[in-house]
């Protein structure tokens, strides 16, 4: 298995706005802290929150009212409506459902799917359904 390493503490960003990648759709409602990056072709729907490190990678959704602080959404990852996510590394292709809570440096493989309502805190492995042998 690969060890996963995410820094967010350290030294405030050189940047006073967050960066934008192109296509990317900011709803003018969303609020972005200066050390937020939206990658290329991401929707963020209106009454977001993004506070301190967040890192949005290429294709990906986050539903409106959603909160995220100190996150990392991998490609193509989808973030329901009025779901937060605070302290997390979320892999490449997993959706999040509307209302969900997840938090305390919590990490979700790729694909996962978190069903709606659900709150899901560290500790808590999250991998794709597979055969057992």
Request: charged share 15%; net charge neutral; hydrophobic share 40%.
């Amino acid at each position: 298995m690969e060890e996963l390493q995410i820094d967010f503490g350290g030294e405030e960003s050189a940047s006073s706005h967050p960066e934008i990648g192109l296509g990317s759709l900011i709803d003018a409602t969303a609020r972005l802290s200066a050390q937020s990056y939206i990658g290329s072709n991401c929707r963020i729907g209106p009454g977001v929150i993004l506070e301190g490190y967040v890192l949005i990678a290429n294709d990906c959704t986050v539903g409106a009212d959603a909160y995220l602080r100190d996150t990392v959404l991998s490609g193509s990852v989808r973030v329901g409506i009025q779901a937060s996510l605070i302290g997390c590394y979320v892999a490449t292709g997993a959706t999040i459902g509307r209302g969900a809570h997840l938090s305390s440096s919590l990490v979700l493989r790729k694909r996962v799917v978190i069903p709606p309502g659900s709150a899901v805190a560290g500790g808590n492995p999250f991998l794709p359904k597979s055969k057992v042998q």
